[in-house]
């Protein structure tokens, strides 16, 4: 994205110490935009920050606060008196968690949308990005599209879809801009969660043998973490706002043939010992394609692979796991 066709100067990053938050704010930092990282470092860290030269650097403030907090919020409208683009991101990543316990996906996925609704009029907002998710629509048996009905079946997926209508209505109530991205799965650094992340710290705590969660069939469609930034950029550049199935249009990847790809990066090699159900966890969509068609209709110069992005991934997260283990031993 070119720096003088995003005209937007002021950006507000909810969540912006996780793993899609950190990599949004060094692409905006690159094209010399104000920014103002809020998180509470449950799940990111000042870590990620630091490493990606985040931390000290004038352009951007880091907030240390609960999002659900009237303290953070001060701290937000101190540092932007001036019009701001506020991107929701924060929220329970950690989706297993939430399978047993509603408390993680209510207080830190929906209780945050709703404190930034509660707090935004204190704000010039030019608009409002939210970090949905292919969960939102739940077991379908054809790819998911934007228009297809949400039926979620985790309390994630039922707390983005509580988050994306309540913040259609403000949008419609206060006439800003609003745009719901539902990512597909996103792999890069620095990752915090999700398969890759579980497999090699699995391996790491034991090399001969790594547990699958789910008989492997799982099937779901996977996005580099960066073309995810630039698809967001240019979309928000365009004024296309509204709602958006962010992936690769493929068929998806298997949790077996990741699993595999995985173990062959490996030496030794570990054994892979699969379970018996087609989901990983309960709440877990055994397949996830998404229909990104919508997309597609705009961008048609790219040809993005969920493989790709999986053999990339494999290879970056493997080296930043060997850096973390390698300053933990020093
Ligand atoms: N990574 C994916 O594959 C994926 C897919 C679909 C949707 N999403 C959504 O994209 C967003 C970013 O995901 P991510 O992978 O970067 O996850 P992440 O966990 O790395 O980032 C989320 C950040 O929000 C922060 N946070 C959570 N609750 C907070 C609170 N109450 N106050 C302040 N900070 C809080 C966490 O500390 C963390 O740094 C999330 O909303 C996630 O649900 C991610």
Redesign the pocket.
Known sequence: VDKKNLEIENHII??G?????SNLAQHLSRLSKKITI???????SLKILEDLNLKNNLNIKVID????SSTTWNHIYENNLEESFIWH?????DIKSGATNPYPDL???FQ?TASLIAHARELKLSGIAF????AVYGNKNHRLSEEMSCDPISNYGVA?LASENMLRAYSNLREIPLWIFR?A??VGTPA???LLFDLFLKYKKNNHQVEILGNGSQLKTYLGVNELIKFMLKLIEQKNSGTWNLGPNDQGVSVEKIAKLFAEHLIPIPALQFGITTHGWPGDMPTALLNCDKLFGLFQETKLSSEVFIHHAIHDIGNQLEMILKCDRQ
């Not at 991101?89 to 990543?93: C, E, G, M, W």
């Open positions: 909810l969540g110490a996780g793993f899609i938050g809020v998180d509470n470092f449950s799940l990111g606060g609960d999002i659900n991101l924060a929220a329970n990543s207080i830190n996925t945050t970090a949905s998710s292919s983005k990512f799965n996103i915090t969660h999700g």
